[in-house]
């Protein structure tokens, strides 16, 4: 009695609470279509309630593994017996005789030597997890946590791995060859030996019909059928669109407040504006090689890439690095804040310009210019005295965006940055803001967004990757609200998508065209004036851009690299790489889309109305004033006796008179 108190005292005291926490569960990534895109975890598990596990498989198990699983109190005495007296006559501890709950306990709890001292251990944790749970909440860990081979624990892991489909759906046949691998993974292991994978399959298809689990006739047409494996599991969803993912978690912590560990392990829905179709078109130009130019090998040119949905901010594509992708690393599309050249005239110069009653047709200087010391000067290294504001956004030339920039006030320019969403400081607070010259720099996530703004008719939607977030079960826990921000109007905004459109048609921005409306604008940003490049010079350049947008969509491109040093620097510009990346990635996306129409605003008809009224107003006015002239002459009649002089005299009157 005394030994059997002590046994007691002992079971009792064995910590079990670790089977209480619930097993990590993925989490899903959905595109827009509500369908899974990528799959997040922490673990190589995929936990599945009993009551989803099929009951042929659930039979299956109990057949092959502990046919007396429902009755035994956690140890079965009489397996472990002839389990025993087998390993006394070989002189080993190799005879199984183990019960689903000691298997479970093996698993969780100790190590896979076999001991005495560990069957004693494994024994006695199985009786305090068989006091603890239920029977069938038992099996239910056991069945999640049981190691299925290839690299996969838990049936539902299982099914994806060797028949690509949901555990709920697997056949008799399918649920017995699960049940024929826990004992030996890899030696029946039907991806790598069919033969005895099946021998083992039918065993448990037998054991099922002896113990009255299947009728006879379903084992003997389960049994005739082959191994039929599909492995392209749902699990390839793992890993699926990586840059993408890593802004997804970092929007849902900076915005929403979820940790790392939230959202690897609680089994989110996290529904998102993927586009699966643009995302992956966009992975794949990537991926050629080709389309960049050749560079040091000890250093990758990197490039990120962001296309926006701008009609509501959504993230429609993310590609944030080229080559190999590591998780959470540097998002090129997302983190990096570089200076945006010339893409940055339209934000803080022509569009506050337009504003302020400039037009397309209004002249703008382009000649030696000195304000406070700032010397910018053309990318040609000429001038031509004065330009049009429609050729200087075309051109891209330097010195009128400088110019008009000073004219406007370094007020409107920022304010019309800043009501873009570009977060401009006291320390942008200068002229060279009209070439890009910015003292943090900006992502392509942020030019994509400023240049939204152009694409919808004034108002920028914030840029955003997530729709809403919710639990397994479909219970909401956030829902994305971002409020749109009016940053121009929209007979503004359609002036400056026409110079735009006229820089892709004509100008800077020829490679980047669609054969559809395209509008945009290339930026080029030199190398520091430095000793290090002064033999370099013009001949080459820090970072390239290309932003602009279709009717559907608005797209930032960059390119550069992480560390530019005099061996590690470009030769091209935003006109050719970028541009040419955006037209690759676009023309496919848009490829079976009918091509659309820029809108065109109510207040810029109104405003060509206006226009062609005061036009017709002019005329009418200059008619009347030359008939007024004519009628007067008539009137007077010729002048007498008037020569040469008298006559000039009175036609001088006249001309003044007019």
Known sequence: MLGAGAVYLWVRGLDVSKLEHPLPEPTLIMDRNGQPASQLSSSKITPVPLDQIPLDLRNAIIAVEDRRFYEHAGIDLWSISRALLVDLKSGSMAEGGSTLTQQLAKNMFLQSDKTM?????EAGYALKINLTYTKDEILELYLNSIYFGEG???VEGAAQEYFAKPVQQLSL???????ALPKAPTTYSPAKNKEKALERRNLVLSLMKEQHFITAAAYTQAAARPIALKQNSQESLKGKYPSYVDYVIQEAGDLYGFTEEQILTTGLRIYTYLEPQLQQTAQEVYAQDSLFPAGPKDQLMQSGAVFLDHHNGGIAALVGTRGPQVYRGFNHATQLRRQPGSSFKPLAVYGPALEQGYAPGSPLYDGPLDIGGYRPQDWDG??????????AIVRSWNIPAVWLLNEIGLDQGMAFARRAGIPLSQADRSLSMALGGLSEGVSPLQMAQAYSAIANLGVMHPAHAIAKVTTKEGIPLVEAKPQPVSVTRPAVAYTLTL?????VKSGTGQAAALGRPTAGKTGTTQLPDTQEFADIGRNGAKDAWFVGFTPELTAAVWLGYDQTDKTHYLTTGGGAVPSVLFREIMSRALRDAPAAEFPVPDDYKQQLLQQAAAQAAQQQSQGAAQKHKDEDKKEKGPAKDAGPAGRGAKDNRVDRGG
């Open 499 to 503: 110079l735009l459109e006229e820089a």
């Open 382 to 391: 000429q001038t031509r005295g004065q330009v049009s504001l429609q050729e």
């Open 152 to 154: 996969r624990w838990g």
């Open 173 to 179: 046949e399918e649920c017995a060859l699960l049940a």
């Open 117 to 121: 001292s560990r069957k004693l251990k």
